[in-house]
């Protein structure tokens, strides 16, 4: 997330030993040596003052991991004694390193390393001990002859699904008492409440860097506060992830941070940690898998005073659902639009269009929600919509078809002045207001006003005096003169992220964490100069790196193609990446169009997508690239990303080379005998790869574990078609053990490689999953591909579909197989 951490103070260079004398004070007798007394040199562990064991990193993550440990020995500890690396994993650390300054017996020392994180997923321990002068070895306990150690589990890139932050006014917040508004009213405080703060201090006085909630709990003792945010389907790995602590200077601060979980049938405590003002944070990194499979779950961030709730200011510093490189994209909050606490900010000032009577003090409005056209919505010009605001009636009045919606100021986008409401809106009631608009045709940001009109000619609205209006907001995108959307022309519009958070845009060349940086002009593969313009998009410099923008909004007409050429910048040898245009509808599951594998070969692939199956709807639309292994030199280029309307655009120069045309979203109804123009997977790690049809869908892609999407024959009982590529260290004898008992057993050789093929079904609730896995063995590991079919029994419909050829949709499995082999 780009978050700072415990240890940001150290990055100034590759290896920092940073020492904290801690001399005893108010005694002159002896320092208890536990059992280690006696020894010259020996030491006790005090704590883990930075990652305690078990703490989570994605991959090639760097961090610092300090130890507090006491000279517990009769010598001196010199600058001739070294921290030295005793076994396990070194994780990138140098093997010694020389103390700066003396240490006394009886001294109390932090020492900190650098590290770095694994390529590949999995738990790593590594061991540290002390080196004296003469070169003998010491540690701690009883013999002072034991190791310290750092243990970390690294995880598949993670990416944020649910901003707990952004959609902070989408739950529902309570008291032990009931329900506390959001955001939070005056005067209302002592009943605890929650505000979103954009980057607040943690208690080492250090900025977050990112959003946080600061809740505050019900002023008593043992005071409570929690948000039950909006039902949330839980996928295997997810993950929740945030910094807590105390807000900088809430020195009284102790309390209970604690996520709960509730879903038909249950729910209870997920995860509970303590915190007292002390001057550190914490990291939460919490397993969801036990919630997978449970339906309509609500995750509840609680929040209860350990005593005395004053003075309590407890933080989520980017509180989120952290999952696996798939399809995860941050979901549109439901919920306020904006997705901050204050719910009606106050809007640039408005010049009515009228004199202004004054309303009833029983006309009152709060609003909900954007039903339809979030701010921000990218709408072309000319284009007509309908925007439609939930609001409240929160006022002693009933609002009659006599009262109207009225427009009070900005860009009034071809609607009438005024319009009648429909029926009666009864206290307490909320209603969908609508109203026709038209986008003006000039490119730029348009915002329109509107109030609610009395009887009487009084205008009312939202706000504590409800004197504010509510508001429409959209964008007419550069480059729309004909309609369509230009993704270069608008690319800081997206929000740019890799595994590291949110990336600046533009970006800067070099950088680690990934970039995107707009190209004026563009080269082909082959070098062949485009005056096109271009985004350059590099994803993070890990294994299986990634960045993906994900652009606002946009509403689809049919006959729209997206039209794009995609290939590696010039010179750059090493590149080997998907490309992949995902989409997401609302808050929607992320659905993927079409990926393509590019390796540098010198060509260029044109895409050229129908979106008439998307027509009218309200959609995100998301470039993403992932490094087909490790990132460096990886230098992805999109030429002239668009999307154009029904009407084809004059041919251009730059597109009449003839070039590999890339899959369309369609899939082919039978593989092709040939494997000519298939994608590859390539896995570095364990140096192996194979090819897949080029109609095929990277879902996820990492070094233990990828799934891949097959095409198949549409139109009958079969729904899914898929490959999972699975790697396990260790597993004797190597076979697929995450399945049932296989009916099958068998070894096949491809390439010269023995295999074992294991081939079952499974079936639950009326569907029914065939299976072919294919597992060998290299060095340690045991690595598989596991084929399924996913389909419906016929049982289960009133007319049933036709039944899928078993045959048919088999046959590429062998054909995949046949290009399996070993790397360099």
């Given at each position: 997330?780009?978050l700072?951490?415990?240890?940001s103070?150290?990055m100034k260079?590759r290896l920092?030993i940073?020492?904290?004398l801690f001399?005893l004070?108010f ?11 006696g ?10 003052v930075t ?8 991959a ?5 991991k300090?130890?507090?440990?006491r000279n517990?020995?009769?010598?001196t ?6 921290l ?28 900190s390393v ?6 590949a ?12 002068a003469?070169g003998v ?6 013999n002072?002859n034991s190791p310290?150690?750092?243990?970390i589990?690294?995880?598949?890139p993670l990416?944020?699904v649910f901003?707990?932050t952004?959609?902070?006014c989408g739950?529902?917040?309570y008291?032990?008492?009931g329900?506390i508004?959001?955001?939070?009213k ?5 009943y605890?409440y929650?505000v979103?703060?954009?980057?607040p201090?943690?208690e080492?006085?250090t ?6 909630l ?23 790995g ?11 200077g809430a020195?009284?601060?102790y ?16 995860w509970k940690?303590?915190?007292k003002y ?6 939460a990194?919490?397993?969801?898998n036990p919630?997978?499979g449970?339906?309509n779950v609500?995750?509840?961030l609680?929040?209860?005073a350990?005593g ?31 997705g901050?606490?204050t719910?009606t900010p ?8 009228a ?19 979030p701010?921000?919505?990218i709408?072309n010009g000319?284009?007509t919509f309908?925007k439609?605001w939930?609001l ?8 009659t078809?006599?009262y ?9 986008m071809?609607?009438?002045?005024s ?5 009666n809106i009864?206290p ?11 986008a003006p045709a000039?490119?730029?940001?348009y915002?329109g ?6 009887a009487?000619?009084g205008?009312?609205?939202?706000g504590?005096?409800?004197n ?7 964008v007419?995108?550069?480059?729309a ?10 690319v ?6 890799s595994?590291m ?11 680690s964490?990934g970039?995107v940086?707009?190209?004026d002009?563009?080269v ?36 729209d ?6 290939n ?7 590149c ?7 989409y ?6 992320v659905?993927?169009?079409?990926a393509?594998?590019?390796a540098?070969?010198?060509?260029y ?6 979106l008439t199956?998307l027509?009218?709807?309200q959609v995100k ?9 490790p990132?460096?030199g990886?230098r ?14 004059a041919?251009q ?5 003839a070039t ?9 109804p ?7 123009g298939?994608?590859s997977?390539?896995?570095p790690?364990y140096k192996?790869t194979?090819n897949?049809?080029a109609?095929s869908?990277?879902v996820?892609?990492?070094s233990?574990?990828a799934?891949?999407n097959l095409?198949?024959?549409p139109g ?9 590529v699975?790697v396990?260290?260790?597993l004797?004898?190597c ?11 068998q070894?096949?050789?491809f390439?010269?490689?023995q295999?074992l093929?294991?081939t079952?079904q499974?079936?639950?609730?009326g ?8 597992s060998t063995s290299k ?10 079919l996913h389909s ?5 419909f009133?007319?049933p579909?036709?039944l899928f050829?078993m045959?048919?949709e088999?046959?590429v499995?062998?054909?995949i ?8």
């Open positions: 997330m780009g700072p951490s415990e240890r103070q150290f260079s920092i940073s020492i904290i001399w004070l005694s002159l007798q002896p320092i208890p040596q536990a059992s280690a007394a020894f010259c040199d020996a030491a006790n562990f005090v704590m883990d990652i305690p064991d078990g703490t989570s990193f994605s090639g993550t760097p961090f610092v300090t130890w507090r440990l517990a020995g009769t010598c500890w010199s600058k001739a004694y070294a030295v690396f005793a076994g396990g994993e070194q994780m990138g650390a140098p093997a010694e390193m020389y103390l700066p300054v003396d240490v006394l017996p009886g001294q109390v020392v932090d020492l650098q590290m770095t994180a694994p390529s997923a999995g738990k790593y321990r590594g061991n540290w001990m002390f080196r004296n003469s070895l010491f540690g701690i306990g009883a002072a310290f150690w750092v243990e589990n690294v995880s598949a990416m944020p901003d707990f952004a959609n902070v739950a529902q917040w008291y032990d008492g329900p508004p959001c955001p939070k005056e005067g209302k405080e002592q605890g929650v979103r703060l954009d980057n201090l943690l080492n006085g900025a977050a860097g990112a959003p946080a600061l809740t505050i709990p019900q002023q008593k003792y043992n005071g409570v506060i929690k948000g039950v945010y909006p039902p949330f389907t839980i996928q295997r997810d993950r929740f992830q945030a910094i807590i602590g105390c807000e900088y020195t009284s601060c309390v209970n941070f604690i996520l709960e979980a509730k879903y038909a049938g249950g729910g209870g405590t997920v940690f303590t915190e002390d001057g550190r944070f914490y990291r990194d919490v397993d969801l919630l997978v449970k339906k609500q995750l509840i609680t929040v209860s350990a005395i709730a004053t003075g309590d200011r407890p933080l989520w510093v980017a509180p989120s659902i952290m999952r696996p490189f798939s399809v995860a994209i941050p979901p549109t909050p439901t919920l306020p639009p904006t901050v606490p719910l106050t809007p640039p000032a408005v010049t009515p269009t004199t202004l009577p004054p309303a009833s003090s029983c006309d009152r409005a709060e609003f909900v929600a954007d039903v339809t056209i701010d921000g919505s709408i000319g284009q309908t439609t939930r409240k009636n929160v006022g002693t009045c009933a609002w078809p006599s109207s919606l009225a427009f009070v100021g900005g860009n009034q071809g609607a009438p002045a319009i009648s409401l429909s029926n009864v307490g009631q909320t209603a969908d207001i609508s109203i026709n608009l038209t000039a490119p730029g940001t915002q006003y509107w109030m609610l009109r009395n009487t000619g205008f009312f609205g939202i504590s005096a409800a504010k209006p509510f508001w429409v907001e959209i007419v995108p550069q480059g003169a004909s309609n369509g959307y230009d993704f270069v022309a608008n800081c519009s997206a929000t740019w992220m595994g958070g949110v990336l600046p845009c533009n970006g800067t060349d070099g950088d964490r970039f940086i707009k190209k002009t563009t082909l593969e082959d070098g062949t100069p485009d005056a096109r313009p271009g985004l350059l998009t590099v994803p993070q410099n890990i294994n299986y790196g990634w960045i993906q923008g994900v652009y606002p909004p946009y509403i689809v007409q049919a006959g193609r997206f039209q794009s050429i995609v590696c910048e010039p010179q750059a040898a090493t080997n990446v998907f490309f992949r245009l995902d997401q509808i609302g808050t929607e599951p659905q993927t169009l079409a393509y594998n590019e540098y070969d010198g060509r692939y044109t895409a050229n997508l129908d199956s027509a009218g709807k639309f998301i470039l993403t690239v992932l490094a087909n292994g990132a460096a990886d992805a280029v999109w030429i002239s990303p668009r999307i154009v309307p029904a009407a084809p655009l041919p120069s730059a597109t009449a080379t590999p045309v890339p899959p369309t979203a369609t899939p082919l039978t593989p092709a005998a040939s494997t000519t298939w994608m997977y390539q896995n790690s192996f194979f897949v049809p109609e869908v990277f996820s892609a990492g233990t574990q799934r891949i095409p198949f024959t009958t009982n079969l729904s899914e078609k898929y490959l999972e699975l396990n260290e260790g004797t004898p076979l697929d053990s995450n399945m049932p008992t296989p009916s099958t057993s070894s096949l050789t390439n010269g490689i295999f093929q294991q079952g499974e079936g639950a609730a569907q029914i999953y065939d299976w072919v896995s294919y060095e340690t590991a045991c690595i598989t591909l596991r084929f399924v419906a029994n016929p049982g289960a009133s007319t579909p036709p050829d045959a048919a088999t046959a499995f062998t054909q197989m046949n290009t399996f082999g070993w790397m360099p």
